[in-house]
């Protein structure tokens, strides 16, 4: 849906139990697929950790229309919340 979708531009993912292998999945459609997303909300999912970090970082890197990510509440170390500001 991510990749054919021409209106969609915030989707909020909260709190949906999405771990590292959705996070993979969704950020490579992103990357490769997707042009109108301009916010993502992944804040409060507990089973997203530091392995996320590569793929949010090569999303941000090549997906030049979302603006916005939102990542709080994640189990994220702070070496990958500081990887992902220096991304910015």
Not at 13 to 20: E, G, M, Q, V
Not at 24 to 46: A, K, P, Q
Not at 47 to 69: A, E, F, G, R
């Amino acid at each position: 849906m991510l990749r054919s979708n021409t209106t969609l531009s915030w989707l909020y993912l909260a709190d949906n139990h999405i771990d590292d292998e959705g996070v993979r999945i969704l950020t490579d459609v992103l990357t490769n697929g997707n042009t109108t997303l301009e916010m993502l909300v992944l804040s409060s999912n507990s089973m997203v950790t530091d392995t996320s970090v590569p793929y949010l970082i090569s999303m941000l890197q090549q997906n030049h229309t979302l603006k916005k990510l939102w990542i709080e509440h994640c189990r994220l170390s702070s070496d990958g919340k500081k990887a992902l500001i220096d991304v910015q």
